[in-house]
Structure formats: C-alpha cells, structure tokens
Nanobody, 124 residues
C-alpha cells in the first residue's frame, strides 16, 4: 500500500511561515484526495485543509482560511501545505492523508492512508 511521509515541520515564532510536504510512494496519490489534519495533546484530530485528486477543489478549516494554502504536484506524487502568519494555536502534529472519495472530505474516518506526522511548534 502507498506510504506517506510528511516533512517541513519545526519551531518558529508567531507570524512566521512554514511549508509542509507530503511525499507519497506511488501513483495512488494521483487518484485520491489529499487532506491535512492536525492534533494537539488532549485534543481530537482536526481537519485543516483538503484538495481533490485534480487540484481544482479545495477546502479549509475556518481557523486557517486566508493563512494556509494546500496544493499538489501529481507528477511528483507530492502534496504541500503552505502555512503563513502562524499563531501559537497552530501548534500541533500535522498529518497528511489520502481518501478515495471524489469530493474533499473533512472527516478523518474517510481517509485510508496516513503519514506519521510532523511537529509544528509556534512560540509567542
């Protein structure tokens, strides 16, 4: 089955930017929707952004709308999450995931494949 590896997390100050990458091991990536989720200690996993297989349909959580941008490069089997104007409340482990559904789904239960996550910490 396809494997996903996130990268690009780190420690930044409030107001700075990070770009996360999600590298998929095979072409399953190109037939699936890509979602980004995040999870903080003691909290449930939360939808952040999603993009359909072609890249023409995107959805964002209200908390990140206008600050984050999701994109994908299908020939490279790679997706991205550009995070600008970061806030301390964005601190979490960020996961990418793939979903066979045609529309973008915001429910983590809908996603079949998951990466191991990358830590994002935003200091004030």
């Amino acid at each position: 089955q396809v494997r996903l590896v996130e990268s690009g997390g780190g420690l930044v100050q409030a107001g700075e930017s990070l770009r996360l990458s999600c590298a998929a091991s095979d072409r399953t990536f190109q037939s699936t929707a890509l979602g980004w989720f995040r999870q903080s200690p003691g909290k449930e996993r939360e939808f952040v952004a999603g993009i359909n297989w072609s890249g023409y349909d995107t959805e964002y959580a209200d908390s990140v709308k206008g600050r984050f941008g999701i994109s994908r490069d299908n020939p490279k089997n790679t997706g991205y999450l550009q995070m600008n104007s970061l806030k301390p409340e964005d601190t979490a482990v960020y996961y990418c995931a793939l979903d066979y559904s045609l529309p973008v789904n915001t429910r983590p239960e809908s996603y079949e494949y998951w990466g191991q996550g990358t830590q994002v910490t935003v200091s004030s």
